[in-house]
Each structure stands twice: as structure tokens, then as C-alpha cells.
């Protein structure tokens, strides 16, 4: 068995043990980067002299005899979209090609105080915009279970680099679906956490009433030991929640006899692979034989969810991307003769054709003439579809869903069909839009592809979603599946 193989508290019970090292385990991760990252492409930046210089110091710690948490010593891969101290952040765009932050983002300084050792960045769609992780200006990432599809997007690389055993765990952000999704495709844990949970402060933001940063895991225990590091309130966020939240440890090993399950039977309609939906129909199955109870439910206004998610998102998109101008921030074009041509040549070069696109329905849809119309309403109809997520948690534990409707597609597939592209994000959004947590857990494959069931519950309530998930996991086996590379 290779260290790099084995899951993050597997790995941190041998170092407690004293059986191996810090450096010990890093030199396994990166010979399997060595080995498998010309195949797969999840990272954009490796820093290995910076991750050495950890462990030796974690390694230290430990023959000191100082009691370490469980991160201590854990490598972790980070989307390029969190800031890094003196690391490159580039969120895969031209316009960041050279950042270089000088300073954490709050989930970062949580890592390092935790001794996690960040071994590097991964690629993403352009500022996470995308599902396919084809929209990165500077590479494509692979599936680690077939080579000619996409990982999912937009944190593709960060759930391949899980995946393919090139990190324990890692970190991604998820707007709409971009933790759930990749994590489905590349068959391992992703969980969005509820919106305020965990600070964005140092995430280069999207959408900002969206954004979320969370962990990509091997197994829902790992997740559940991630999510205590991450949580908490930060004051350089104004959305971020002054709450107390719990050991998230103590919902692991639990009975789920009782619980109530709801199934919105909108997310198995029309537009979901029916093998995909045999598949988490099964894993419900499983969970009932366990003693939950499971009734169809109904989410009618899901149908909007998409449209408002993209109306919203973008105009957030076109806000925030403002500050690029190759003045303030970003890539700064050679050629221009006046101040205009500088912002109109800087902006033109730097961001991608998926960017562009967003801001300019941004830029659309809050325009005096259709804000109204657009804008508005989309705001609205947010509140309609959180009102009813609202209502079906007064009744149900958890609801079960498939996280994404089809398995991972060939590279070019998504770009020649844009609007299946963006109807398949149906089952992620809605989620963003209510704020509420939400994590995908490998339930099956088909066609030899990893297939992801996503469950869901009120704001504030992950304990009851790793309740079911570990339940579920320890009933199975698929987490325990690993590509052949
Ligand atoms: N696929 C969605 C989009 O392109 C979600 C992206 C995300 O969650 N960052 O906007």
C-alpha cells in the first residue's frame, strides 16, 4: 500500500503513531504527482521548498512531543482562486497571470495554524466560471477515470488532484455547483458548506452572495475533520455568520433510523441520465434499509433556478471583475494610446471568451431598460425558491438528489452544445441560491464513470448531511473505488 493512496486520517493516525513522518508522507505525494500530473494536469503551481520547510518544522513539533491536530503534517491543494502569501494566485487568467498575494485568505491561515502543508495550486475554469475546467487560460485538466473526459469545473483540478491521489485533501469554491459537480465526476467527497459559514476573505470573488469556499475529500470522515478547520467567523467578511458551530467529528458513526428523507422529484425529471437516477435511487434505497424515511416531494419553482442563478451571478460577475482594468488591478495591455484603449486593450486581452461573456450579461441585465425586468425579478424569484427549500426543511432531515445529470462528457463536447452546458448545472444551483449546504458523495458509476449523489439540508444543519453520508458510506463501498492510472 503507498502513503499517498491512503485517506487523511489514515495517514494522520500513522504519524501520530510515530510510524512515518511528515516528510515521509509529502515525499509519496510528490512522487505520485511525479508520476500521474503529466497525465492529469490538476496543478498550476507546485511549491514543494515551501512545503518541505513545513514538514520538517511539523516533524520537529512532533519529537518534541507537542500534541498536533489532525491536520498537522496533512498536504492539501488549493484552487487558484484562494489567496496564498507569496504564492501565485492566478484563478487561471491571463489578467492574474502573475499575482502574487501579500496576504492568506482566512481559510488559508486556519490550514497553516492547523500545520496543514499546501503542496500546491490547482487549475479552474477562469475565476471559476465554467463547468468543464476547459475554460482555464492556461491548461486542461483529465479525469482521472478517463483521460479523454473533463474532471468537472469549475475546481476540476483540485477534485482530480483527490482523485489521483496527488493531494489528501484540497480546497475549491463553489458558486454554483463548482465543489459538487467535479466531486461527482471524479468520484470523491465535495461539500458546499451554508453561505457565511466560512469567510471568503481572500477568495477572489465571482459572486459574492453565491461564493463558498469548501473541502474536496476522500471519505465523508475526512470531510467532517476538514469542515471543523474551515469553520468559523471572520470579520473581514460582512456576511460571514457570528455563530458557534459544533464538532462536526461527533455526527460520524451515527444512526440514521427516523430521520426523514425528502426527494424533490424535480431533480429526477426530464434531462437526468436515467442510469444516473437508478443510481441514486439506489443509494436511497440503502438509506431507508437503514430505517429513514424517504417520500417524494415536490420543489416546483426549481425550473427558475437557472435562469436566476446566471442573471444574478453575472451581474455580481460584472461588478466584481470591474476592479481589472490594468490600472488597479490585472494584466496591463502594450498597446493603447489613451487612457480608454489602456482599460479597453487590458480587459479585451486578459479575461477569457466564458469571462466576457458574463460580464456582458451583467452589463445586460442592469442596464436602466431591463433591470426590472431582469434583475428584479430574478431577485424575487430567489426569494420564492428559498421560501420553499424553507418550507421542505420544516418536514425533512435531509433532501437526496442527484449532484450532477450526466457522467463527465468528452473535452469539446460542452463548448459545441453551450446550453446543455448550462442546464446541467440544474441541480447544484438552486442550492447557491438558498444558501444552504450541500455535499456530493460517490454513489455508483456508470459507464465507468463516477456518478454523485448530492444531499442537502436547512442552513446550519451539515451535521445532519455527514450523518447520512457516513451512514451511507459505511454501507458501501464506492468511495473506496480508485482509477487506474
Ligand atoms: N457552473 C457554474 C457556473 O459556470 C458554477 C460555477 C461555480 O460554482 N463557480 O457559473
Redesign the pocket.
Known amino acids: 500500500m503507498n502513503l499517498y493512496s491512503l485517506t487523511l486520517h489514515e495517514i494522520r493516525d500513522k504519524m501520530r503513531n510515530g510510524e512515518i513522518s511528515s516528510k515521509e508522507v509529502l515525499d509519496s505525494v510528490y512522487k505520485r504527482i511525479e508520476e500521474v500530473e503529466d497525465k492529469i494536469g490538476a496543478y498550476l503551481t507546485l511549491t514543494k521548498d515551501y512545503a518541505y520547510e513545513v514538514a520538517e518544522s511539523i516533524d520537529r513539533r512532533r519529537l518534541k512531543g507537542e500534541e498536533l491536530g489532525d491536520l498537522a503534517g496533512i498536504p492539501v491543494a488549493v484552487k487558484d482562486n484562494i489567496s496564498t502569501k507569496g504564492i501565485k494566485t492566478t484563478c487561471a487568467s491571463k489578467m492574474l497571470e502573475n499575482y502574487v498575494p501579500p496576504f492568506d485568505a482566512h481559510v488559508i491561515e486556519k490550514l497553516k495554524d492547523a500545520g496543514a502543508i499546501i503542496i500546491g495550486k490547482t487549475n479552474l475554469?477562469e475565476f471559476?466560471?465554467?463547468?468543464s475546467t476547459e475554460n482555464s487560460a492556461f491548461k486542461i485538466t483529465k479525469n482521472p477515470w478517463d483521460l479523454e473526459r473533463v474532471p468537472g469545473?469549475?475546481s476540476g483540478g483540485s477534485a482530480a488532484a483527490v482523485a489521483a491521489d496527488e493531494a489528501y485533501f484540497s480546497l475549491g469554491?463553489?458558486?454554483?455547483?463548482?465543489i459538487r459537480?467535479p466531486a461527482a465526476m471524479c468520484g470523491i467527497v465535495g461539500f458546499k458548506p451554508t453561505y457565511g459559514a466560512v469567510s471568503r476573505y481572500g477568495l477572489v470573488a465571482?459572486a459574492s452572495s453565491f461564493d463558498q469556499i469548501g473541502p474536496f475529500a476522500k471519505d465523508v470522515e475526512d470531510c467532517a475533520i476538514i469542515l471543523n478547520y474551515l469553520y468559523g467567523h471572520d470579520e473581514r467578511d460582512s456576511t460571514s455568520l457570528p455563530a458557534e458551530y459544533e464538532d462536526f467529528k461527533a455526527a460520524l458513526n451515527k444512526d440514521i433510523k427516523g430521520m426523514k428523507i425528502g426527494l424533490p422529484k424535480e431533480y429526477f425529471a426530464e434531462g437526468i441520465d436515467p442510469e444516473i437516477k437508478d443510481l441514486v435511487l439506489n443509494g436511497v434505497k440503502v438509506l431507508e434499509n437503514l430505517g429513514a424515511h424517504v417520500e417524494e416531494i415536490s420543489l416546483p419553482h426549481t425550473k427558475y433556478a437557472v435562469p436566476v442563478y446566471y442573471i444574478i451571478?453575472s451581474a455580481e460577475a460584472f461588478s466584481n471583475l470591474a476592479r481589472f482594468d490594468g490600472v488597479r488591478y490585472g494584466y496591463r495591455t502594450k498597446e493603447y494610446k489613451d487612457l480608454e484603449e489602456l482599460y479597453v486593450n487590458s480587459r479585451s486581452e486578459g479575461f477569457g471568451k466564458e469571462v466576457k461573456f458574463r460580464i456582458l450579461l451583467g452589463t445586460y441585465s442592469l442596464t436602466s431598460e431591463n433591470y426590472d425586468y431582469y434583475h428584479k425579478r430574478a431577485l424575487k424569484v430567489r426569494r420564492l425558491i428559498r421560501q420553499e427549500f424553507d418550507e421542505a426543511f420544516n418536514k425533512y432531515d435531509v433532501l437526496i438528489s442527484p449532484s450532477y445529470p450526466i457522467v463527465a462528457t468528452k473535452f469539446g463536447e460542452q463548448s459545441e452544445n453551450v446550453s446543455i452546458a448550462y442546464m446541467s448545472?440544474i441541480c447544484t444551483v438552486p442550492i447557491n441560491i438558498a444558501g444552504i449546504p450541500a455535499m456530493s458523495i460517490p454513489c455508483g458509476f456508470s459507464k465507468g464513470l463516477p456518478v454523485g449523489m448530492q444531499i442537502m439540508s436547512k442552513a446550519m444543519g451539515e451535521a445532519a448531511i455527514i450523518k447520512v453520508a457516513h451512514a451511507f458510506e459505511r454501507n458501501t463501498d464506492y468511495n473506496k473505488k480508485k482509477p487506474s492510472l
Open positions: 475554469d471559476a466560471m465554467g463547468h469545473g469549475s469554491s463553489d458558486t454554483g455547483g463548482s459537480q465571482f451571478t448545472d
